[in-house]
T-cell receptor, first 112, second 114 residues
């Protein structure tokens, strides 16, 4: 089982739609969770951290379910500019250190 | 406060040559990750380093690839005797703490092997 798994998509949605991505992780001891966004041929950039109580940033809402070990990202009122790949990131243990582990990403395409 | 700096941005090498990719982390960051991304594919973890210490190199190919992060200077990803399959974007990310906080990425080095 992969440490972090995401549906690769692509998710093709019209402008204004609501879309949700899920991500599952295997290490129950993970403590830190993030969503990154990567535009075509660009570097990944932090979109938002994910907190236990869930958090919202404008049209974006992130949720964490520790019992089921999954993280979700909800995008409301999709814009064309939301088209990108969304990466789920979890910390995990490695040789006594924590390290960040990236999912392969979910591709979103928003069309007019 | 400069972000993560990678150079060169673009690198062209002939088959059999060596490629050296540099990454200067953000100020105050002591942890560096290297990732490779092939066209139309996701990020693939290669190596995770702390200054003067390789923490996890489980994603590094066993031959031709090496990485270092010296006490002074940038982190270096070195690819010897490059082959066409090494053509990819190589991203470096840095973080201040051991994997608890988010990491920040450089703009990447696009390696083309001809």
């Amino acid at each position: 089982r992969k440490e972090v798994e995401q549906d690769p998509g692509p998710f093709n949605v019209p402008e204004g739609a609501t879309v949700a991505f899920n991500c599952t992780y295997s290490n129950s001891a993970s403590q830190s969770f993030f969503w990154y966004r990567q535009d075509c041929r660009k570097e990944p950039k932090l979109l938002m951290s994910v907190y236990s109580s869930g958090n919202e940033d404008g049209r974006f809402t992130a949720q964490l379910n520790r019992a089921s070990q999954y993280i979700s990202l909800l995008i409301r009122d999709s814009k064309l500019s939301d088209s990108a790949t969304y990466l789920c990131v979890v910390n995990g243990a490695s040789g006594g250190y924590n390290k960040l582990i990236f999912g392969a990403g979910t591709r979103l395409a928003v069309h007019p | 406060n400069a972000g993560v700096m990678q150079n060169p941005r673009h690198l062209v090498r002939r088959r059999g040559q060596e490629a050296r990719l540099r990454c200067s982390p953000m100020k105050g960051h002591s942890h560096v990750y290297w990732y490779r991304q092939l066209p139309e594919e996701g990020l693939k973890f290669m190596v995770y380093l702390q200054k003067e210490n390789i923490i996890d190199e489980s994603g590094m190919p066993k031959e031709r690839f090496s990485a270092e992060f010296p006490k002074e200077g940038p982190s270096i990803l070195r690819i010897q005797q490059v082959v066409r399959g090494d053509s990819a974007a190589y991203f470096c990310a840095s973080s201040p703490l051991t994997g608890v906080t988010e990491a920040f990425f450089g703009q990447g080095t696009r390696l083309t092997v001809v």
